[in-house]
């Protein structure tokens, strides 16, 4: 509501407001707004975005608990043993919220807490989960639910993961308790996030669980069953959000990471060649499949298929998209990863690429994947899902953040529908096989107190979340 008053004045014009006395953690906010040279729609929800692994602490019962203690995993030997001890810490995390003026919180629910063994739900963890979404109403902030980011129940991988045939029924089942027990009246849902990462380090890469090697064709089936698992929950949370007394319009998609690929040398086929194949296949294979209903991948010389999923062609009501770089496609580098043996660790030059700490702000490349997006997708309301930097300093982030929020800014101005913006991350928390290195959050950590403080760009982003706009 506040947000579309301030959008409403300054798409009027009005003078310069001044809000003044604002608690900003215990620090008086004051400053004076000048007209918005760069408004939001209304109505355009201002989000933070975690994941449950990576802030929750205690994650016993995941695929993860006992593979990250494995040495050489996880760097540093880092753990998600206690993360940012978000379990112990709602009212910390809501105050934070907060604090930033979010009008929407996108976070996970843990599909091996809830379910930690096959069948047997733990009447805690919802309770659990059932108290932060109700604090979270308090504060009148919707939540974004994700199902499933990147961590499964220990059972359900020792059963075969989403290759196994009972895949699509078990998720289904979770996503009917999360809910009927959880957050009955959540209007926004992410089924599964960044599904393409998820396979790609589980079953080519081999470098999370279950830690495979695959040849790309053989990772086909773990898509396959992942895709039918979204379709199921898609359908099973509109059939119950319309057959309530009071039926409720919910919106249903995915998280996808997409990555601007450009070719490393502008005039070299080859490299040109790679960016093609690659946007192709990483950014839009699967979630043309939910347009079309049918899995199609066209890799030359490696990968032919075309497979028909039921239920599934339509199956999103939004277009969720993680970014956060451009990644410049060398035939030579790429061609070298390809052919080095399976036992031989990835370059140091591939290894400096992929680390979070040498992401590159692009700000364009955003824009030029929204437009392609809003082109390939036509109507489909689209929500930045992620999109951060890592930067301990903060001396990036505010930059990152205004840039990145300027290109949504003007794709927006050329009638794409985008519908919010997350960013990642509300605190730093546990970077997956990064560990605790790379510095996503709008808040620091101080991981012995959890203790934690807003980086200056916690202040912008209030700033620009209350005005609804940049000015
Ligand atoms: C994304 C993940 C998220 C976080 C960011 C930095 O790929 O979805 O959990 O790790 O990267």
């Given amino acids: 509501m506040r947000n579309s008053v301030f959008a409403l004045f300054s798409l009027f014009g009005l003078p310069v ?7 900003f953690m215990g620090h008086p906010l004051a400053f004076a707004a000048p007209a918005l040279t760069h408004p939001f729609p209304l109505n355009f929800e201002w989000c933070v975005a975690t994941a449950a692994h990576q802030i929750e602490g205690g994650n016993t019962r995941s695929d993860w608990w006992d593979w990250e203690k494995i040495p050489g995993n996880i760097k540093h030997g880092d753990t998600a043993a206690v993360a940012t001890d978000s379990w112990h810490h709602m009212d ?11 009008t929407t919180y996108r976070f996970s629910v843990e599909w091996a807490k809830i379910e930690p063994l096959r069948g047997q739900i733990d009447p805690e963890a919802v309770l659990h989960y059932r ?16 199902l499933q ?3 499964l129940p220990q059972w359900f991988r020792a059963l075969g993961g989403w290759e196994w045939e009972g895949a699509p029924e078990a998720f289904e089942a979770y996503t009917q308790v999360v809910q009927r027990q959880i957050a009955p009246d959540a209007r926004y849902w992410v089924t599964i996030n960044e599904p393409m990462v998820h396979l790609l380090g589980g079953y080519f890469l081999g470098n999370v669980p279950p830690q495979e090697k695959r040849k790309l064709k053989h990772v086909i089936p773990v898509m396959v069953g992942l895709l039918k698992a979204h379709a199921r929950a898609y359908h099973a949370l509109h059939h119950e959000a319309e057959n309530r007394t009071h039926p409720l319009q919910i919106q249903v998609g995915m998280a996808n990471h ?8 502008r005039f070299n086929p080859l490299d040109q060649f790679f960016a093609r194949e690659f946007d192709l296949l990483w950014n839009w294979a699967l979630p043309d499949s939910l347009r079309t209903g049918k899995l199609t991948l066209n890799v030359p010389a490696l990968v032919h298929a075309d497979i028909a999923i039921s239920g599934l062609q339509g199956s999103y009501d939004f277009f969720g998209i993680n970014y956060y770089t451009r990644d410049r496609t060398s035939s030579s580098l790429i061609l070298k990863e390809l052919f080095r043996s399976a036992n031989t660790p990835p370059s140091a030059e591939a290894q400096a690429l992929y680390s979070p700490e040498n992401w590159e702000s692009h700000p364009e490349g955003l824009e030029k994947l929204l437009l392609k997006t809003a082109h390939r997708f036509p109507g489909t309301p689209i929500f930045i899902t992620e999109n951060g930097i890592a930067d301990a300093k903060d001396l990036k982030r505010p930059g990152y953040l205004r840039d990145h929020l300027l290109a949504i800014q003007r794709v927006v101005q050329n009638g794409a529908p985008v519908q919010g913006y997350c960013h990642w991350s509300l605190l730093d928390n546990f970077e997956w096989i990064h560990g ?4 996503f959050g709008l808040f620091e950590v101080n991981f012995n107190t959890q203790m934690t403080t807003p980086r200056m760009s916690a202040r912008q982003f209030s700033k620009y979340a209350i005005q609804n706009g940049i000015d």
Wanted: aromatic letters at 12%.
């Fill in 436 to 439: 605790y290195g790379p510095k």
């Fill in 149 to 151: 980011h990147f961590t």
């Fill in 258 to 265: 997409l990555r601007y690929f450009q070719a490393a040398k």
């Fill in 17 to 23: 407001l001044v809000f003044s006395g604002m608690s």
């Fill in 92 to 102: 910390r995390d809501i105050e934070m919220l907060r604090e930033l003026h979010v």
């Fill in 131 to 146: 108290l932060f979404v109700e604090k979270l109403r308090q504060a009148k902030i919707q939540p974004m639910i994700t």
